[in-house]
C-alpha cells in the first residue's frame, strides 16, 4: 500500500472533522453531517479503486 494514500485518507479526515465542528458551531447541523457524509463518500471512492487494483494484480498473479 501505498503511504501516500495513508496521508491523503488522514488529510480528508482532519478537514471533514474541521468543517464538521465549524458547522455545528454555527448552527448548520445539517450542512455539517452532508460534508461528513462527502467526505465518507470520498475516502470510499479512493479504497474502491485500491481494492479494484488489487483484485486486477491477484488476478494476473493466479491467472486467472
Known sequence: ???DL???IAAIGII???LNQVLI???R???AMMVTLAGIVVV???LVQQ???LFETVKSVFGL
Do not use: C, P
Open 25 to 27: 458551531r454555527s448552527g
Open 6 to 8: 495513508i496521508f491523503r
Open 29 to 31: 447541523e445539517e450542512q
Open 16 to 18: 471533514v472533522a474541521v
Open 44 to 46: 470510499l471512492m479512493m
Open 1 to 3: 500500500m501505498d503511504v
Open 51 to 53: 481494492i479494484s487494483d
